[in-house]
């Protein structure tokens, strides 16, 4: 089974902030890691999939990057709605999300 | 406007299967472009993959539910359902039923609203 971890679990930031979640997998999935938000009581929204394609109607501030068994979400310029939390998921083999990321406001 | 809409019991007794139907409209659920799958999330937990079928009825589960779980389709009715055997207080979560886009590299891009299942007697 491919396990993967998000770091950190829950970070605290600022409105304009530059924010950035890391997600490792447990072996390499080449480029298949798609992120998702979940706001609280909603379900989850896919933002980026195949590790940097954004999902349409997904505002440019979101991008992610990596290969292989690192991956990156950034938020250019952290907004009030951005405040939720992420998961990441591997699609290489069967499916695993990461534990998530709350971003709270700081 | 493709939508997905579980349903079923909110309350199941422990040992008993759990049952969930996810109700597809707007959209072709007999499409090779896509698959369908199920999530759940403990209250205040995060998201666990229970499994997914495809159109031609090919499915694939979570290992560590894989002896509980029967996912099938009704491509007549455009529902696909979960359900769930032996369930314990564990298996409390809101279910939610997902489509899976082959192009996205089977990221899961539509999902439903969710519901809560409690396992309880």
């Known amino acids: 089974d491919i396990q993967m971890t998000q770091s950190p679990s829950s970070l605290s930031a600022s409105v304009g902030d530059r924010v950035t979640i890391t997600c490792r997998a447990s072996q390499s999935i080449t480029t298949y890691l798609n992120w998702y938000q979940q706001k609280p009581g909603k379900a989850p929204k896919l933002l980026i999939y195949a590790t940097s394609s954004l999902e349409s109607g997904v505002p440019s501030r979101f991008s992610g990057s990596g290969s292989g068994t690192y991956f990156t979400l950034t938020i250019s310029s952290l907004q009030p709605e951005d405040f939720a939390t992420y998961y990441c998921q591997q699609t290489y083999s069967l499916r695993t999300f990461g534990q998530g990321t709350k971003v709270e406001i700081k | 406007q493709l939508q997905l809409q579980e349903s079923g019991p909110g309350l199941v007794k422990p040992s008993e299967t759990l049952s969930l139907t996810c109700t597809v409209s707007?959209?072709?659920?007999?499409?090779?472009?896509?698959?369908w799958g199920w999530i759940r999330q403990p209250p205040g937990k995060g998201l666990e993959w229970i499994g997914s079928i495809y159109y031609s009825g090919s499915t694939y589960y979570n290992p560590s539910l894989k002896s509980r779980v029967t996912i099938s389709v009704d491509t007549s009715k455009s529902q696909f359902s979960l359900k769930l055997s032996s369930v314990t207080a564990a298996d409390t979560a809101v279910y939610y039923c997902?489509?899976?886009?082959?192009?996205?590299?089977?990221?899961?891009?539509?999902w439903g609203q969710g519901t809560m299942v409690t396992v309880s007697s």
């Open positions: 707007g959209a072709s659920i007999s499409s090779s472009d896509y698959y």
């Open positions: 997902a489509r899976g886009k082959r192009e996205n590299l089977d990221a899961f891009d539509i």
